[in-house]
């Protein structure tokens, strides 16, 4: 089980950052210069989409810049340690994903901790489509079902790495239903989509604002969705909960952190402005023209919602075997 005494995000993590008056006193202006968020995947994915609109917004609240660094690898753990051990000044951001709460159930050396960060609130969700390539003769679920179990060992299924969400999204499914399938990790939605769409792999669990162009050009065919409503682009895909495959909603979720001992001001300020951009029309209609449900929080609620996520993660991981491979 997960530590929780070592994953205190929360108030518990929240409390680091006020521990630091000295740093506080120097935040008064605070932000007087261009404030830098990292991002844990490759420039143009569904999390930097979302990530690079949401700064823009937010910066107009700052009255100054918010710069995107892309640090792609090891499921977001790059960019996560770098934050880590960056100046708690605010002016280091991680926009992160569910995978700061999935990697510590996959990855026994991450190089930091989940004491690193403070949280700063919950931004969005995108939800995930089961998609697989339309020569697969399958129709729905239950035939894909039927399907897999009977071909288990010649067929394959991408995600966009070891430990992400879509790897985990799909184990996840096949756990349910009893089958191990090759699973073949890729570096991002991009060329998994490509070789799905070409029929080198068979199926993939992705992100909907990746998928949605190459179902609506009939590149791929989409089996059900894993939110909790039927998607207004895929009204006739219906939900696996409404399939009877309950506590199967999952969404590849987004928030904002900073380096543990942030001052608290620095991170309500941020929260601030997090919360002012979920809110602007224009940028509520870009989100929701990719299929993606704007969120938002407290920093506290951010943090007892992430640590939710580790305990939840960290039971799949261990119930369904999955590894690294």
């Keep these: 089980m997960i530590d929780r005494r070592t994953f205190a995000f929360g108030t518990a993590a929240l409390g680091l950052s006020l521990a630091a008056p000295a740093v506080a006193r120097a935040q008064a202006g605070y932000p ?37 660094e892309n640090r792609g690898g090891a499921n977001g753990n790059i960019a996560a340690q770098e934050i880590a051990q960056s100046q708690p000044d605010g002016y280091n951001l991680f926009y992160n994903t569910s995978a700061i709460a999935i990697s510590p159930a996959l990855y026994p050396r991450l190089g930091y901790d989940a004491k690193a960060f403070v949280p700063i609130g919950l931004t969005a969700t995108v939800p995930m489509v089961l998609e697989v390539h339309p020569q697969m003769p399958v129709n729905n679920v239950k035939e894909f079902t039927d399907y897999v179990k ?41 060329p998994a989509l490509v070789d799905l769409a070409g029929g080198r792999v068979h199926f ?17 065919k989409p089996l059900a969705v ?14 696996l909960t409404e399939l009877g495959l309950q506590d199967l909603e999952i969404g590849a979720w ?26 602007n029309r224009e940028f509520l209609s870009r989100l929701e023209a990719q299929q993606t449900t704007p969120l938002g929080s407290t920093p506290e609620d951010y943090g007892k919602y992430i640590l939710a996520e580790l305990a939840r993660w960290d039971k799949v991981v261990k119930e369904n075997g999955i590894t690294m491979n």
């Design 254 to 279: 987004q928030g904002i952190v900073a380096p543990a001992g942030t001052p608290a001001e620095v991170v309500q300020k941020v929260n601030g402005a997090m919360m002012t951009a979920l809110k």
């Design 150 to 190: 009977a071909n288990a060992d010649k067929l394959s299924y991408a995600s966009t790495g070891n430990g992400s969400i879509t790897h985990l999204g799909s184990a996840l499914l096949l756990g349910r239903m009893g089958a191990k399938v090759t699973h073949v990790p890729y570096r991002g939605s991009a």
């Design 204 to 220: 993939m669990t992705d992100t909907i604002n990746s998928s949605l162009p190459f179902i609506q050009d009939g590149r791929l």
């Design 32 to 68: 007087n210069r261009p404030v830098r968020m990292l991002v844990g995947f490759a420039a143009g994915g569904p999390t930097d989409i979302v990530a690079r609109q949401l700064a823009q917004y937010m910066a107009e609240s700052f009255g100054q810049s918010i710069v995107i």
């Design 226 to 239: 894993t939110s909790t409503k039927r998607l207004a682009a895929l009204p006739n895909i219906p939900t």
